[in-house]
């Protein structure tokens, strides 16, 4: 039977036995389709890439408010438009290493401060303009200079003075920082000509694919452009398609209107895992759902309430109800295993009524109500999970209250300004820029008021840290500090959950963000 | 002046008086949420900083009124400014979504207005009977269940299972119009379905009225055929009621669509203006705003009008 299952599978390979014919004969062998299936697939993978067709993307997370300029991307459709049309410097790999994109390599000096890139040298836009090291140095001007309004203004504070220098580009850095690396991979920082100082919303990059029709809040289509330097990007157009509506989502990707979705709703997945033309991708990511207390507010500044709260989570049950499975139990601190150099020694925190109860008397509280602020908004099943947190905090005795805010300005007017509040973090690649981002005292986004001075100075002896060891050590300490004394609560850590065409070949798990880290459009190839 | 045309002046004027109100209103109330649009369009990565120079980009810290008198002295130009979020012209993006609004309205009109004036008239005509039963319960039950349930099944059964129809109705420019129509075909159904009975009760009810009255029993002793009755005696002089309802329905299908536009993904106001509201994005909020009060203000107008156009004594008042 192998025999005859191999000599199939290079006839895949050579392109001569289509998918139905292979299972077909597969079936005739007594093979179960599964592994028919499987085998075919690496048959196909083995051929190679085919080039053409028009693939379709069915998004959640776009509005008719969305610009094409990637300082401003916040949501997945801009996201994925700046993964189509442009490239960064560098761009952090699945396996979690760093992949030259832009740049062909990435060198530090040896205290970690200085970094330099040299650049891909032949590079075009899609203007017709070559790239230079200038455009390099005048994109990442405009996301850190005074007046900037990027989004990756947070994770530019860091650099002292850039250069651009023929076909080089030079960042020193203020302090040494062992991942500058990782920081440039980051989705904003795509590289525009003149830094798209003129025209920031142009759409013009590097990216495999050009800018055909940009209409915000609808659709935006994107044709294969010739002249892009790698080997990527193998459909002939690609069209972004806003479908905000979960049901209409499923129906669309269904009826085989669009070949992918993102944000499948954990309830309808396992059903529509089912349908024999797709696939529904679990991917375990770094997000995470959390309820987040202001370390400095009363009653939050006592520590022992601090972990009444988080003895009084049920995590397992959370996973089970809010996630239906698709993800994984947080323990309070930010950081998983899908972070390089994540200890998995940290023990697990458990729920107990007991010890919720004993930490909740040991604190002094007075009995008045403790309020949590919540909105779907937050992440979706906020509502439900704060529902299933007071029922079993009210078992322990802490009188736990919720209060519903409207979606509808949550991020401006509840998140990072009320005490006690759901959450949600989207993670980074890095422990380091997490930890900055979020935990450092001076963070503008410290949404926990976690002002520990020893945890400050820990992020930076890591940063300048090179021996991955004694860095693997640093965050463990670190970690174990946030998880006992600080103000986040995590239950949970949730999945990417897209669904993608069986048409489609060539995915991989990727953990670094939904839709294959929004690589589709370049791995992903019609079988 | 004939008085027709010093009625038709006086309420346009009244109109413009009504949308300048509007405008106001929606500018007052925008700026009275929570929030602006700096701090919507950053979200959960807004900082100090990014937020001061967003602001001072987007001309946020004028003083409101001063933006305001800006945007009313654009509008008396023409000029409905830029989008603060994206920077677009507002004119042009507003132009093709109002396009694809009226354009799924005309034929969600096309389609219900006649088939309810119809199922009003045979009502009438089998008054009381199976037919007139049938007619009422049908409409009824289809009023009562929300849209987007009625939006969902027929997604579901007949795109997902039958194949039949697409379940998005994403038009664009590139396609025929054989496409779109097909494209609309379901939201089409679902919209003549919530419409419909509105429409029809209305009809039923105020012919019913007239058949009371002495002439319309002349007309049965001359002998005349029942629908003839209805359609040549009844109609004509029940007709204010119904072009009323029927404007009320238009209005309705123009500007109160938004849930429609979600369930089948259509590129109408609805969806864009909803956006814009959640990014605090005023000048794009007033120019969809004071478009929708023209459209409400206008079709209402069209109604009084032809009300009084049909009634003699109000025609010729003495």
Known sequence: ?527 | MHPIIKLVSQRIALGLLLLFGASALIFGLTEALPGDAAQAVLGQSATPEALANLREEMGLNRLALTRYAEWLTGILHGDLGTSLTNGLDIAESVGSRLGNTLFLAFWAALVSVPLAIFLGLLAVRYRNRWPDKLISAVTLTTISIPEFLIGYVLVYFVAVKLGMFSPLAMINDSMSFWQKLNAIALPVIVLTMVVLAHMMRMTRAAILNVMQSAYVETAELKGLSNFKVIWRHAFPNAIAPIVNVVMLNLAYLVVGVVVVEVVFVYPGMGQYLVDHVTKRDVPVVLACGVIFAAIYIGLNMVADIVAILANPRLRHPK
């Open chain 1, 1 to 527: 039977m192998n025999d005859q299952l191999t000599h199939m599978a290079s006839q895949v390979t050579a392109g001569k036995l289509t998918r139905r014919e292979f299972m077909g004969k597969a079936a005739a062998l007594g093979v179960s389709a599964a592994m028919a299936s499987t085998i075919f697939a690496d048959a196909a993978r083995a051929a190679g890439p085919k080039k053409g067709g028009d693939l379709k993307l069915g998004l959640q997370g776009g509005e008719s408010t969305n610009s094409l300029d990637p300082a401003t991307y916040a949501s997945s459709v801009p996201y994925m438009n700046g993964r189509h049309f442009g490239d960064t410097l560098v761009e952090v790999a699945a396996d979690g290493t760093i992949e030259p994109r832009l740049a062909e390599s990435v060198e530090g000096s040896s205290d970690g401060k200085v970094w330099t890139f040299k650049l891909r040298q032949g590079v075009e836009f899609h203007n017709g303009k070559t790239m230079t090291s200038e455009d390099v140095l005048k994109t990442m001007q405009r996301h850190s200079n005074e007046d900037s309004k990027s989004g990756a203004l947070g994770i530019m504070k860091g650099i002292a003075s850039m250069k651009a220098d023929g076909e080089y580009f030079q960042v020193t850095l203020n302090e040494s920082n062992a991942d500058l690396p990782y920081l440039m991979a980051d989705y904003h920082l795509i590289i525009q000509p003149d830094g798209g100082m003129d025209n920031p919303a142009a759409g013009i990059g590097t990216g495999p694919y050009k800018l055909e029709v940009d209409e915000p809040g609808v659709r935006h289509l994107f044709s294969k452009f010739e002249n892009h330097w790698s080997d990527y990007g193998h459909f002939d157009s690609v069209e972004n398609v806003v479908i905000n509506d979960s049901t209409a989502r499923t129906a669309a990707l269904q009826s085989g209107q669009v070949h992918m979705a993102n944000r499948i709703e954990p309830k309808v997945a396992d059903l529509l895992g089912r349908a024999p033309t797709l696939t529904v991708q679990s991917t375990p990511g770094r997000g995470h759902y959390v309820f987040i207390m202001h370390c400095d507010t009363a009653p939050f500044d006592s520590n022992e309430l601090r972990l009444a709260l988080k003895y009084a989570i049920n995590r397992e049950e959370l996973v089970e109800k809010v996630l239906r499975g698709y993800g994984s139990i947080g323990n309070d601190m930010p950081i998983n295993a899908a972070y390089p150099l994540f200890d998995e020694t940290i023990p697990q925190r458990e729920f107990s009524i007991d010890k919720a109860a004993e930490h909740y008397k040991k604190s002094g509280h007075d009995g008045s109500p403790i309020i949590l602020r919540v909105a779907d908004a937050a992440f979706p099943g906020a509502v439900d999970a704060a529902a299933l947190f007071q029922q079993t905090a009210q078992q322990a005795g802490i009188p736990l209250e919720i209060k519903r805010e409207p979606n509808d300005g949550y991020w401006s007017e509840v998140w990072n300004v009320q005490p006690f509040c759901a959450s949600y973090w989207g993670g980074r690649p890095v422990q380091d820029q997490m930890y900055a981002t979020a935990y450092l005292s001076t963070a503008d986004w410290n949404d926990t008021r976690f002002k520990v001075k020893e945890f400050d100075d820990l992020l930076f002896a890591a940063r300048a840290e090179l021996d991955p060891a004694k860095r693997k050590a640093i965050y463990s300490q670190m970690g174990m500090m946030v998880r006992d004394q600080g103000g986040l609560i995590c239950p949970m850590f949730n999945d990417f959950v897209d669904a993608v065409s069986n048409q489609l070949d060539g995915w991989e798990t990727d953990p670094n963000g939904e839709l294959m880290n929004g690589q589709v459009s370049r791995k992903m190839w019609f079988a």
